[in-house]
Every structure is written in structure tokens, then in C-alpha cells.
């Protein structure tokens, strides 16, 4: 059988990489990005995101062990005082020069109730370590996103999300948390009681305070099949409203420069437990890396070579709980864009956005995701009132990614699409205030938590009050 | 005789010469998950951060304890190592997640996980 790797190999032997490219400017291509120095002048070590592209030197770092100590922080720490989960935001939300805040001191199990499914837990816990402690107790998160390294309460502040027409984003599914606020205060919300800040601050991009425990509604531990499979792109785009209303989970990933795609659904099931088998994602992208150095400025080549190395690719399965199957190591590193749109134009942006790249710009090799996810009624949710289709754009992180604001960004606002706050965007204040109906009442209950913008840095004050 | 005299020479002479065992990867792997620092802050710190990708063979980290797989980056030097965790380096992101660490926890945490405590 021909593999993936043979053709791609076969295609340099015939000599195209001598026309797609010289090897010394791949090479150069892909150097590592030069990091800032581990420590400034005054000896502050050195804070980056996870994909390398936000920096700082944070004068003091805090990690309290309980809610006492944390209001502590909050109200007389240098400030921007600034909460970071793990640093799996694009955006500037965490870099400060005063305080970084991590809650990994207050994680874990609180306490559960069987009977309704629900369990609270302290927002500093990974969302990796979450799905084993809730399995212990029979419970799962109906949904969980396509890495699980997170934070809860970094995942719930960005508005995190898997996917899945009925099912709804990490904060749609909060029924109470507790937060501390710079003023002292530990205000515990629900539906009923604080109701307000309860909407407000759901997702709240750390900057109303810092939550410190959460209630989930979970779900009974569920067996889940995990299916993946490559198809035509055109095929796909055309029965995605099929694909959604039939899967509990389900997305695709759209390979630019291929006409292929690769589907990924997920459903309840009552076949044996077989577990995931070794991670294949990382070959496949670093081959549609190899393919992109070696034939990017032979679309019709590279095309070709797809075909023939992805198209029969067999079918991947997996049967376990969701919590094994639903997120993936991510190992290679990669800066991202992500908007969520009304789920009647996600299909016409996704060609739009597929037909801009693949004129102007043959080094991205990237997959584009797309996904789908249940309403809210979280103020500051990018899915508030409304079904979303979102679309996300990915650029290897040594690659340039400012086509991601060139190219991309206006194909995406142009469809009404509201930006992931963890990931990149250009937004202000203005512009959330026409997106977002609440905004404004989100904005005011910030600044009644945080009158002397504690809480804020220059990205957070451009997005809540300048911009 | 003289070949059975040999034979249990070189086996005793095997069972007393120190050398790590060879595992398969995922051999490696469940290894790496029973090991913990012994220092309670530390154990903390790894649990939390390094643990959650240096137990798993997929994210294509060296596995903790797995002295071969760290031949080459201890061969580099503590400073070096320091620099490439703070910074981050491939795969590995900056500061490994870690964002309470000092420098002196990833020093021993580096030296743990590269089974070079002492």
C-alpha cells in the first residue's frame, strides 16, 4: 500500500522541492523564534503564552492556597493583577508588569451531588485532571474542548467550547461559582442570588475579580465512539447540516490546497471499551508541512499529492469515555484565529476564507476547523442567543500569522462573526459593544467589582473602555 | 564446565553492573506515571505542570525517568536546559506551564525528570 509518506517522499525524489523552494530558505523558514531574554534586568523571570507570542516580567508571581489569600492578592498586589491558567490564550489577556496570578494551588474535587450530576471544584484544576476526578465519581462534562490543558477557570473565563449542535459551551453549563473581587469581597452567584454578576461574569476574561470555585452540571459517565475520516471538502461542506443534527459531536477540519477533509464525530455507544490508538495528528500536519515545503508554489502539484497520499487514509475508531477521546494532545505549536458566527453563513465564510488563502497565501498549511455550538445567555459569550458555527484558523508558530488579520479577520467580521477572546482578533469596546447586547451591562458590573481597574492591562482596558 | 564457569560470570557480572532497563515506549510511559518528587512542593509543581506531558508518549516530550531520552538534552548543560524551559523550545511551551516555578524549581525539576537527582 502506498503510504502518506512514500508520495511525499517520492515527491522529492522527482525533484520538486528543487523547484518549489532552495533548501536554504526552508531552513531559514524553519528556524525556532528567538525568545526574549529568561530574565530582565531586574531579574524578573520571563512569562510567555503557549504558542510564544506574548511576553512579560511580571514583578511578582502569586499562587494563594485558598480564597482568604486570594483576596488578599487582589486587593494589594501590584497590580494589573492578572489571572493565567495555562497560558493557552493568543491574546494579550495575561501580560502585566505587576502581579501574575495562577490558581494551581486551588484545584480539585469540592464536593458532588449524585443525584443531579453536579460537582464543584476549584478553578485552578486542569480540565486534563477534571475528566479522571469526575469519572471517579460517575459523572462527565457534557463537552470538553480539543485541548485539555487548560484551567477550568482559564477555560471558562475565554469562553472555551467543544462541539456539538446541542450542546453548549464549558460556562453554558455553570450552574454557581464564587468569586473574589479586588474589593475584598467573595460574592457567590447563581441564577437566583447576585443573578446579575452571574451573567456578567460567567465569562469574564479574569478581569472581574478571580472565580475560585465553580459548580458544573455534569452528565452520567457516558461510552463514546470517536470516529475520524477523510472525505472530498466540497462533499463535506455540502451535508454539514445533516453531519450536525446526526452526531453528538462533530466537526472537520478543511485542508487548504487539498480539497480534502477530515471528519471527526463522536457518539454515545454500547460497543467494548477500545481505546485510542497512537496520536496521528502530528504526522499528518507535519506532512501537510513537508507537502506545503516542497510543492507550495505548485498548487496544482500539491494538490495532487494530497489526493493521493490523504484521500483512502482508513478510518480511525476509538470506544471509551469522553473524557479520553474528546480533547488531543496538541505538541506542535501554532497561533490561531477563531470567530463564531450565525450557523447560516459558516459554510459561505468557510469558502470565502479557503479561496482567500489559497490565492494569496501558499505557505499556510494549517487544517481550518470548524465546529458548532449551542446558544447561551452568558452576556459576555460569544454564542449569546445565538447557534454558532465557528471557524478557526491556525498558523504554525514559526510561520508569519498576520494574514490572520489581512485576510481573515475581514472575511469573518463581514459574516457577523464574534471573536474567541482567548484567541487573536483586533476588537475594541466599540466593537463589542455592537456585537454583544449586554456589553455594556457586563462592562458596568466590571467596573462596580473593580472601580480602580485592578484587574485591567492595556489589552483589557482597549476592550472594556478605551476602544 | 569452563563454558558454564563463563556463563555465570558474565550473568553475575550483569546483575551487578548498574544499567536502566529496557523498556518499549509505552513501557516507558507507565513508568514515567509512578514516579513523583519527594520534595512535597515540588511534587505539586510536576503534578500540575510537567507531569501532563512528560507521563504521555503522545505529546513527543521525554518521558520522565527516561534516562536515554535525556542523554542528549542533559549533554547540554543546567544553564541551557534552564533557558529552553523558561523560554520554551519546539514543543515544549514556555516556562512548561509552570508559572509559579522559580528558577531553582526547574532546576530540580529538570534533573528530576531526567533521573539526575544525584
Same mark, same amino acid.
Given at each position: 500500500?502506498?503510504?502518506?509518506?512514500?508520495?511525499?517522499?517520492?515527491?522529492?525524489?522527482?525533484?520538486?522541492?528543487?523547484?518549489?523552494?532552495?533548501?536554504?530558505?526552508?531552513?531559514?523558514?524553519?528556524?525556532?523564534?528567538?525568545?526574549?531574554?529568561?530574565?530582565?534586568?531586574?531579574?524578573?523571570?520571563l512569562w510567555r503564552n503557549w504558542s510564544g507570542i506574548q511576553n512579560a516580567y511580571p514583578q511578582q508571581r502569586a499562587a494563594p492556597d485558598g480564597e482568604e489569600a486570594l483576596v488578599g492578592i487582589l486587593k494589594s498586589a501590584p497590580g494589573p493583577v492578572r489571572p493565567v491558567g495555562a497560558g493557552h490564550s493568543f491574546t494579550p489577556l495575561v501580560p502585566t508588569t505587576g502581579t501574575l496570578l495562577t490558581l494551581d494551588r486551588m484545584s480539585g474535587l469540592v464536593?458532588?451531588?449524585?443525584?443531579?450530576?453536579?460537582?464543584?471544584?476549584?478553578?485552578?484544576?486542569?480540565?486534563?485532571?477534571?475528566?479522571?476526578?469526575?469519572?471517579?465519581?460517575?459523572?462527565?462534562?457534557?463537552?470538553?474542548?480539543?485541548?485539555?490543558?487548560?484551567?477550568?477557570?482559564?477555560?471558562?473565563?475565554?469562553?472555551?467550547?467543544?462541539?456539538?449542535?446541542?450542546?453548549?459551551?464549558?460556562?453554558?453549563?455553570?450552574?454557581?461559582?464564587?468569586?473574589?473581587?479586588?474589593?475584598?469581597?467573595?460574592?457567590?452567584?447563581?441564577?437566583?442570588?447576585?443573578?446579575?454578576?452571574?451573567?456578567?461574569?460567567?465569562?469574564?476574561?479574569?478581569?472581574?475579580?478571580?472565580?475560585?470555585?465553580?459548580?458544573?452540571?455534569?452528565?452520567?459517565?457516558?461510552?463514546?465512539?470517536?470516529?475520524?475520516?477523510?472525505?472530498?471538502?466540497?462533499?463535506?461542506?455540502?451535508?454539514?447540516?445533516?453531519l450536525i443534527a446526526q452526531h453528538r459531536n462533530v466537526e472537520f477540519y478543511a485542508i487548504p490546497f487539498t480539497g480534502l477533509a477530515a471528519l471527526i464525530t463522536v457518539d454515545e455507544t454500547d460497543r467494548p471499551v477500545s481505546p485510542r490508538g497512537p496520536d496521528a495528528d502530528v504526522d499528518a500536519v507535519m506532512e501537510l508541512k513537508a507537502l506545503r515545503d516542497l510543492t507550495g508554489f505548485l498548487p496544482g502539484v500539491r494538490r495532487s499529492l494530497a489526493q493521493?497520499?490523504?484521500?483512502?487514509?482508513?478510518?480511525?475508531?476509538?470506544?471509551?469515555?469522553?473524557?479520553?477521546?474528546?480533547?488531543?494532545?496538541?505538541?506542535?505549536?501554532?497561533?490561531?484565529?477563531?470567530?463564531?458566527?450565525?450557523?447560516?453563513?459558516?459554510?459561505?465564510?468557510?469558502?470565502?476564507?479557503?479561496?482567500?488563502?489559497?490565492?494569496?497565501?501558499?505557505?499556510?498549511?494549517?487544517?481550518?476547523?470548524?465546529?458548532?455550538?449551542?446558544?447561551?445567555?452568558?452576556?459576555?459569550?460569544?454564542?449569546?442567543?445565538?447557534?454558532?458555527?465557528?471557524?478557526?484558523?491556525?498558523?504554525?508558530?514559526?510561520?508569519?500569522?498576520?494574514?490572520?488579520?489581512?485576510?481573515?479577520?475581514?472575511?469573518?467580521?463581514?459574516?457577523?462573526?464574534?471573536?474567541?477572546?482567548?484567541?487573536?482578533?483586533?476588537?475594541?469596546?466599540?466593537?463589542?459593544?455592537?456585537?454583544?447586547?449586554?456589553?455594556?451591562?457586563?462592562?458596568?458590573?466590571?467596573?462596580?467589582?473593580?472601580?480602580?481597574?485592578?484587574?485591567?492591562?492595556?489589552?483589557?482596558?482597549?476592550?472594556?473602555?478605551?476602544? | 564446565?569452563?563454558?558454564?564457569?563463563?556463563?555465570?560470570?558474565?550473568?553475575?557480572?550483569?546483575?551487578?553492573?548498574?544499567?536502566?532497563?529496557?523498556?518499549?515506549?509505552?513501557?516507558?510511559?507507565?513508568?514515567?506515571?509512578? &514516579? #513523583?518528587?519527594?520534595?512535597?512542593? /515540588?511534587?505539586?509543581?510536576? @503534578?500540575?505542570?510537567?507531569?501532563?506531558?512528560? *507521563?504521555?508518549? !503522545?505529546?513527543?516530550?521525554?518521558?520522565?525517568?527516561?534516562?536515554?531520552?535525556?542523554?542528549?538534552?542533559?549533554?547540554?548543560?543546567?544553564?541551557?536546559? &534552564? #533557558?529552553?524551559?523558561?523560554?520554551? /523550545?519546539?514543543?515544549?511551551? @514556555?516556562?512548561?506551564?509552570?508559572?509559579?516555578? *522559580?528558577?531553582? !524549581?526547574?532546576?530540580?525539576?529538570?534533573?528530576?525528570?531526567?533521573?539526575?537527582?544525584?
Open positions: 500500500m502506498t503510504t502518506r509518506r512514500t508520495v511525499i517522499a517520492g515527491a522529492a525524489g522527482a525533484g520538486v522541492a528543487a523547484v518549489g523552494g532552495a533548501v536554504g530558505y526552508r531552513a531559514w523558514r524553519d528556524r525556532e523564534p528567538a525568545s526574549p531574554a529568561a530574565q530582565d534586568n531586574e531579574g524578573r523571570l464536593s458532588h451531588d449524585a443525584a443531579n450530576h453536579r460537582a464543584t471544584v476549584r478553578a485552578g484544576t486542569r480540565l486534563g485532571d477534571l475528566g479522571p476526578a469526575l469519572a471517579a465519581i460517575g459523572q462527565e462534562m457534557a463537552n470538553l474542548p480539543d485541548i485539555n490543558k487548560q484551567s477550568l477557570g482559564g477555560a471558562l473565563g475565554t469562553g472555551t467550547h467543544g462541539t456539538g449542535r446541542t450542546l453548549k459551551a464549558i460556562h453554558g453549563d455553570v450552574i454557581a461559582f464564587r468569586l473574589a473581587t479586588p474589593k475584598g469581597d467573595v460574592i457567590a452567584c447563581d441564577r437566583t442570588t447576585n443573578a446579575d454578576i452571574f451573567h456578567a461574569a460567567r465569562v469574564n476574561l479574569g478581569a472581574f475579580g478571580a472565580v475560585s470555585e465553580v459548580t458544573l452540571q455534569n452528565q452520567p459517565l457516558k461510552r463514546v465512539l470517536k470516529r475520524t475520516t477523510a472525505h472530498q471538502l466540497d462533499a463535506i461542506i455540502e451535508d454539514w447540516p445533516n493521493s497520499a490523504f484521500k483512502d487514509a482508513p478510518p480511525e475508531e476509538a470506544v471509551d469515555e469522553g473524557w479520553k477521546l474528546l480533547s488531543n494532545e496538541r505538541p506542535v505549536r501554532f497561533n490561531e484565529m477563531e470567530y463564531h458566527l450565525p450557523l447560516d453563513v459558516q459554510m459561505t465564510a468557510l469558502r470565502e476564507v479557503i479561496a482567500a488563502i489559497e490565492k494569496h497565501r501558499p505557505d499556510v498549511f494549517f487544517p481550518i476547523e470548524a465546529r458548532v455550538i449551542e446558544k447561551d445567555d452568558a452576556w459576555l459569550s460569544p454564542f449569546f442567543e445565538r447557534v454558532s458555527g465557528s471557524i478557526a484558523v491556525h498558523a504554525y508558530y514559526k510561520d508569519d500569522y498576520r494574514f490572520l488579520f489581512d485576510l481573515v479577520e475581514p472575511i469573518l467580521r463581514k459574516h457577523g462573526g464574534r471573536p474567541h477572546w482567548g484567541k487573536l482578533h483586533s476588537l475594541k469596546a466599540a466593537d463589542f459593544a455592537t456585537l454583544y447586547p449586554r456589553f455594556k451591562d457586563a462592562a458596568a458590573a466590571r467596573e462596580t467589582l473593580d472601580p480602580e481597574g485592578r484587574m485591567l492591562n492595556d489589552h483589557l482596558r482597549a476592550v472594556f473602555i478605551d476602544g | 564446565m569452563r563454558r558454564i564457569a563463563t556463563a555465570t560470570a558474565l550473568a553475575l557480572m550483569a546483575a551487578c553492573t548498574p544499567s536502566a532497563p529496557q523498556r518499549t515506549p509505552a513501557e516507558a510511559a507507565a513508568h514515567a506515571l509512578t &514516579l #513523583t518528587p519527594k520534595d512535597a512542593r /515540588l511534587a505539586d509543581l510536576y @503534578a500540575q505542570s510537567c507531569k501532563t506531558c512528560h *507521563t504521555v508518549l !503522545d505529546t513527543s516530550a521525554p518521558l520522565t525517568g527516561d534516562r536515554d531520552a535525556w542523554d542528549a538534552r542533559w549533554k547540554k548543560g543546567k544553564p541551557a536546559l &534552564l #533557558t529552553s524551559t523558561v523560554g520554551g /523550545l519546539g514543543g515544549m511551551p @514556555a516556562g512548561g506551564q509552570c508559572f509559579s516555578c *522559580t528558577p531553582a !524549581d526547574y532546576e530540580a525539576l529538570i534533573a528530576f525528570m531526567a533521573d539526575r537527582e544525584h
